[in-house]
């Protein structure tokens, strides 16, 4: 019966109060349309441009921006910034995707199984959380690193195994509120499996919350890769990450500044766009802050 | 408090052991394991490690070999630094102070100016200022910690030549006013995140407390608008904070580690970033249970600081 709630809600979801919540917060519907433009952008972008993002062009190195046939500048190689950068944008993009996707997927279960079971099975993995979250995370993330092979995959699978704590806090907290409901004892009487009534009865109610949660949890993700990958541990050149262009960008800090200052600003726009978006779903979707 | 006070240091045990054995898994993450330092040996041999492995007693059960070195940790023995031999307890111990230097003076900035943010942000609702800094801390919070202390120095050191562009003191200087030139731009770029952080909760809190009773008697007796504000809000809504400072304490030795490359300051982070380059696991593990165990103990001080003042939390 909830699935049923849940079907006649979502058939015009597109027309529900949430969506049309979500479209009047300004500051979500700007980090909408950057994100769009950065991903746009990271697609297309590379075909249009004149460069490859590994072509050599000695003659030009450490061009300025705006200066020459390099749009953004060249690099310390010679290679073309906007293209590296658009290419970068792909990876850290992709990589703080599905770090978002593996981090939910395991937040969630954990939250879920935690708050449907209680007692020990609920203090065990809730003191996992807490002691996972005792570590500061770049701390983590490096010594995690240091070991692995460091693939896009590896990395990605990393920040995953770092950042989905808090997810699964939100998830044991919802849970817990829910697991006395009506319908749950209805499934229980009925006789549906544990694992029905956790991941087809309770998950739905769960899915505005969750949905928040992910979104900040890309822009930690992007911010994560951008650290590690700073410091020389997360994506290996040739591969250009966000964060990989910035290794190094330090030592021609005073006479290729652009080196140091475009990367940043595409990170800060990505992130940017995710917690702006984030806030606004949590606006939109969270009941106890409606103004109407 | 007493039955507080053994329960929450009964947690903090329990967490300590989970975090332990973290801790013991990572270390056996590492390639070749506890192993991996003689590998590179000239002339090593595989009877010559497995000889070494029998007498590490890396043979042994998992489970004896996690309670040997958990005890071995608890009696301070946290093994040897690769790179130059020291205990690795006195070698985090040398690197300690340039970090909590750096992390006490950001936290100052940070109280203080995201207080002040948060409370006037809550008292003008809704206002210009209150937008720009409910916009403000969002990007604040977006922006890498790394690039914003590259910012700082272009901006600072390079082009304006105010603020030097690293390290802890001038070599042959080392004056307290010294340390402090060299304090301003790193605590600046590390408070950032924090300001942005105190002030969101500073503002909700204020606007938790601004609307209860007690304000609204005060204001009915007549007590001025800025002694309400002072005695009655700040004080009400700096309470949780405590709670919060200990919370963000993870992320405050994270953004130091961020904060002492970019700025070649001498402590815990740039340590644990040399170690990971020498392959110094030895320290490298040190410093990820000495974080960890140094955020339990934060936590534990906060949480009883918090009880020792409301009651309401020692008896919830």
Same mark, same amino acid.
Request: net charge neutral; charged share 10%.
């Given at each position: 019966?909830?699935?049923?709630?849940? #079907?006649?809600?979502?058939?015009?979801?597109?027309?529900?109060?949430?969506?049309? %919540?979500?479209?009047?917060?300004? /500051?979500?519907?700007?980090?909408?349309?950057?994100?769009?433009?950065?991903?746009?952008?990271?697609?297309?972008? $590379?075909?249009? /441009?004149?460069?490859?993002?590994?072509?050599?062009?000695?003659?030009?190195?450490?061009?300025?921006?705006?200066?020459?046939?390099?749009?953004?500048?060249?690099? $310390?190689?010679?290679?073309?910034?906007?293209?590296?950068?658009?290419?970068?944008? %792909?990876?850290?993009?992709?990589?703080?995707?599905?770090?978002?996707?593996?981090?939910?997927?395991?937040?969630?279960?954990?939250?879920?199984?935690?708050?449907?079971?209680?007692?020990?099975?609920? !203090?065990?993995?809730?003191?996992?959380?807490?002691?996972?979250?005792?570590?500061?995370?770049?701390?983590?993330?490096?010594?995690?690193?240091?070991?692995?092979?460091?693939?896009?995959?590896?990395? &990605?699978?990393?920040?995953?195994? &770092?950042?989905?704590?808090?997810?699964?806090?939100?998830?044991?907290?919802?849970?817990?509120?829910?697991?006395?409901?009506?319908?749950?004892?209805?499934?229980?009487?009925?006789?549906?499996?544990?694992?029905?009534?956790?991941?087809?009865?309770?998950? $739905?109610?769960?899915?505005?919350?969750?949905?928040?949660?992910? &979104?900040?949890?890309?822009?930690?993700?992007?911010?994560?890769?951008?650290?590690? !990958?700073?410091?020389?541990?997360?994506? #290996?050149?040739?591969?250009? !990450?966000?964060?990989?262009?910035?290794?190094?960008? #330090? #030592?021609?800090?005073?006479?290729?500044?652009? /080196?140091?200052?475009? $990367?940043?600003?595409?990170?800060?726009?990505?992130?940017? !766009?995710?917690?702006?978006?984030?806030?606004?779903? %949590?606006?939109?979707?969270?009941?106890?802050?409606?103004?109407? | 408090?007493?039955?507080?006070?053994?329960?929450?240091?009964?947690?903090?045990?329990?967490?300590?052991?989970?975090?332990?054995?973290?801790?013991?898994?990572?270390?056996?993450?590492?390639?070749?394991?506890?192993?991996?330092?003689?590998?590179?040996?000239?002339?090593?041999?595989?009877?010559?490690?497995?000889?070494?492995?029998?007498?590490?007693?890396?043979?042994?059960?998992?489970?004896?070999?996690?309670?040997?070195?958990?005890?071995? @940790?608890?009696?301070?023995?946290?093994?040897?630094?690769?790179?130059?031999?020291?205990?690795? +307890?006195?070698?985090?111990?040398?690197?300690?102070?340039?970090?909590?230097?750096?992390?006490?003076?950001?936290?100052?900035?940070?109280?203080?100016?995201?207080?002040?943010?948060?409370?006037?942000?809550?008292?003008?609702?809704?206002?210009?200022?209150?937008?720009?800094?409910?916009?403000?801390?969002?990007?604040?919070?977006?922006?890498?910690?790394?690039?914003?202390?590259?910012?700082?120095?272009?901006?600072?050191?390079?082009?304006?030549?105010?603020?030097?562009?690293?390290?802890?003191?001038?070599?042959?200087?080392?004056?307290?006013?010294?340390? @402090?030139?060299?304090?301003?731009?790193?605590? @600046?770029?590390?408070?950032? *995140?924090?300001?942005?952080?105190?002030?969101?909760?500073?503002?909700?809190?204020?606007?938790?407390?601004?609307?209860?009773? =007690?304000?609204?008697?005060?204001?009915?007796?007549? *007590?001025?608008?800025?002694?309400?504000?002072?005695?009655?809000?700040?004080?009400?809504?700096?309470?949780?904070?405590?709670?919060?400072?200990?919370?963000? +304490?993870?992320?405050?030795?994270?953004?130091?580690?961020?904060?002492?490359?970019? =700025?070649?300051?001498?402590?815990?982070?740039?340590?644990?970033?040399?170690?990971?380059?020498?392959?110094?696991?030895? *320290?490298?593990?040190?410093?990820?249970?000495?974080?960890?165990?140094?955020?339990?103990?934060?936590?534990?001080?906060?949480?009883?600081?918090?009880?020792?003042?409301?009651?309401?939390?020692?008896?919830?």
């Amino acid at each position: 019966m909830t699935a049923a709630l849940i #079907q006649q809600n979502s058939h015009h979801w597109w027309n529900s109060r949430g969506m049309k %919540r979500f479209a009047r917060h300004r /500051l979500a519907m700007m980090g909408v349309f950057m994100l769009l433009l950065l991903t746009s952008a990271c697609i297309f972008g $590379p075909y249009l /441009l004149r460069y490859d993002s590994l072509y050599i062009d000695l003659p030009a190195r450490f061009s300025a921006p705006f200066t020459g046939d390099h749009y953004l500048g060249t690099d $310390p190689l010679g290679r073309d910034i906007a293209a590296r950068l658009l290419m970068a944008g %792909r990876i850290s993009l992709l990589v703080g995707f599905f770090a978002m996707v593996l981090s939910t997927a395991i937040g969630t279960v954990i939250g879920v199984v935690a708050g449907y079971y209680g007692g020990t099975v609920n !203090s065990l993995l809730m003191r996992f959380v807490d002691a996972f979250l005792a570590f500061p995370s770049i701390f983590l993330l490096l010594a995690l690193a240091a070991f692995i092979n460091p693939s896009p995959v590896m990395i &990605t699978i990393i920040i995953a195994v &770092t950042s989905w704590m808090e997810i699964a806090r939100i998830v044991e907290a919802e849970v817990k509120s829910l697991r006395e409901r009506d319908f749950v004892l209805a499934g229980r009487m009925l006789g549906l499996s544990n694992v029905h009534i956790m991941f087809r009865e309770l998950l $739905p109610n769960l899915i505005g919350p969750i949905i928040v949660a992910a &979104t900040l949890t890309v822009a930690r993700a992007i911010l994560l890769e951008a650290y590690i !990958s700073f410091l020389g541990y997360g994506i #290996q050149p040739p591969l250009p !990450s966000w964060g990989n262009m910035l290794n190094g960008a #330090q #030592q021609y800090l005073a006479t290729a500044p652009w /080196l140091a200052i475009v $990367p940043g600003i595409a990170i800060t726009m990505a992130v940017t !766009s995710f917690n702006f978006i984030g806030d606004g779903l %949590r606006d939109a979707l969270d009941a106890r802050t409606d103004p109407a | 408090m007493a039955g507080f006070l053994l329960r929450r240091l009964g947690q903090s045990i329990a967490l300590l052991i989970i975090v332990s054995m973290i801790g013991f898994g990572i270390l056996h993450l590492t390639p070749g394991g506890p192993l991996s330092q003689y590998a590179l040996t000239p002339g090593m041999t595989q009877e010559t490690m497995d000889r070494i492995a029998e007498q590490m007693g890396l043979n042994r059960p998992l489970p004896i070999q996690y309670l040997d070195w958990a005890w071995r @940790l608890l009696q301070g023995d946290w093994g040897v630094s690769y790179r130059d031999q020291q205990p690795v +307890l006195s070698v985090i111990g040398r690197h300690m102070f340039a970090t909590f230097l750096l992390m006490a003076s950001s936290t100052v900035i940070a109280i203080a100016v995201g207080t002040w943010i948060g409370i006037k942000g809550a008292t003008h609702r809704y206002s210009l200022f209150d937008y720009t800094a409910t916009v403000g801390a969002m990007v604040a919070l977006s922006i890498p910690t790394f690039w914003f202390g590259l910012v700082g120095i272009y901006i600072f050191s390079l082009e304006l030549g105010w603020l030097p562009a690293g390290n802890m003191y001038t070599i042959g200087d080392g004056s307290v006013l010294d340390y @402090l030139h060299h304090l301003i731009l790193p605590s @600046l770029v590390l408070a950032l *995140v924090n300001i942005a952080i105190w002030s969101r909760y500073m503002r909700t809190a204020t606007l938790d407390v601004i609307n209860q009773d =007690f304000v609204k008697t005060a204001r009915a007796k007549g *007590v001025s608008e800025r002694r309400i504000l002072m005695k009655h809000v700040v004080g009400n809504a700096l309470l949780p904070m405590i709670t919060l400072a200990g919370m963000q +304490l993870p992320n405050l030795l994270s953004g130091a580690l961020i904060t002492e490359t970019v =700025f070649t300051w001498p402590g815990m982070g740039r340590l644990f970033l040399d170690s990971l380059g020498y392959n110094d696991y030895p *320290v490298v593990m040190g410093l990820l249970m000495f974080s960890a165990i140094l955020v339990l103990l934060g936590n534990l001080i906060a949480d009883l600081v918090a009880a020792a003042i409301d009651p309401r939390i020692r008896l919830a």
